[in-house]
T-cell receptor, first 111, second 114 residues
Framework: DAKTTQPPSMDCAEGRAANLPCNHS???????VYWYRQIHSQGPQYIIH???NNETNEMASLIITEDRKSSTLILPHATLRDTAVYYC????????????FGKGTRLSVIA | NAGVTQTPKFRILKIGQSMTLQCTQD?????MYWYRQDPGMGLKLIYY???????DKGEVPNGYNVSRSTTEDFPLRLELAAPSQTSVYFC?????????????FGPGTRLTVT
């Protein structure tokens, strides 16, 4: 079973920041937080990952709380193309282990 | 690079028939995976491979078989198809080096068993 909890759905106005929360209260010290998204039944796409520090790349930012029990994925200026299901995944040691997907959060970006 | 390709895109099978879902990657990745996704659900791991000649079961392997004779190809075999195997099947690959050990997914095969 997935080791994360996410809200089933969220809405965001186009151009605004989308903040997607994830709870992973049982995370272990050697486990990373990964985010993937799935647009319109396509294959999932990697977004970002982190261990304990905040991370940023060209797609998004990842904020992990100090106790590492939760995190937030931030899409700074959401567009209609960001409408997708977002999956928060806990993964051991950032190694090549298979991904365990929950149901994710369906983000709808509204014009 | 074409990335991860899957064929066919769609298929309808009758109960009891068999078929092979094809997956090929051109990124020289050692790791390859098969997932299935039922409506409204996340992906579940069927089988995975860490290199040619090596495969291992995932969460839902029953009713499926795999082989890995080359680095590029990782076919998934369905024997005696059942309605419970109606799903979308995704193949993925990832490089040996990392992090992030990013998995690259194919476009999927939508299978209906009636």
């Amino acid at each position: 079973d997935a080791k994360t909890t996410q809200p089933p759905s969220m809405d965001c106005a186009e151009g605004r920041a989308a903040n997607l929360p994830c709870n992973h209260s049982t995370i272990s010290g050697n486990e990373y937080v990964y985010w993937y998204r799935q647009i319109h039944s396509q294959g999932p796409q990697y977004i970002i990952h982190g261990l304990k520090n905040n991370e940023t790349n060209e797609m998004a930012s990842l904020i992990i709380t100090e106790d590492r029990k939760s995190s937030t994925l931030i899409l700074p200026h959401a567009t209609l193309r960001d409408t997708a299901v977002y999956y928060c995944i806990v993964r051991v040691r950032a190694g090549n282990t298979p991904l365990v997907f929950g149901k994710g959060t369906r983000l709808s970006v509204i014009a | 690079n074409a990335g991860v390709t899957q064929t066919p895109k769609f298929r309808i099978l009758k109960i009891g028939q068999s078929m092979t879902l094809q997956c090929t990657q051109d990124m020289n990745h050692n790791y390859m995976y098969w997932y299935r996704q039922d409506p409204g659900m996340g992906l579940k791991l069927i089988y995975y491979s860490v290199g040619a000649g090596i495969t291992d079961k995932g969460e839902v392997p029953n009713g499926y078989n795999v082989s890995r004779s080359t680095t590029e190809d990782f076919p998934l075999r369905l024997e005696l198809a059942a309605p419970s195997q109606t799903s979308v099947y995704f193949c993925a690959s990832s490089p040996t080096s990392g992090p992030p050990y990013e998995q690259y997914f194919g476009p999927g095969t939508r299978l209906t068993v009636t």
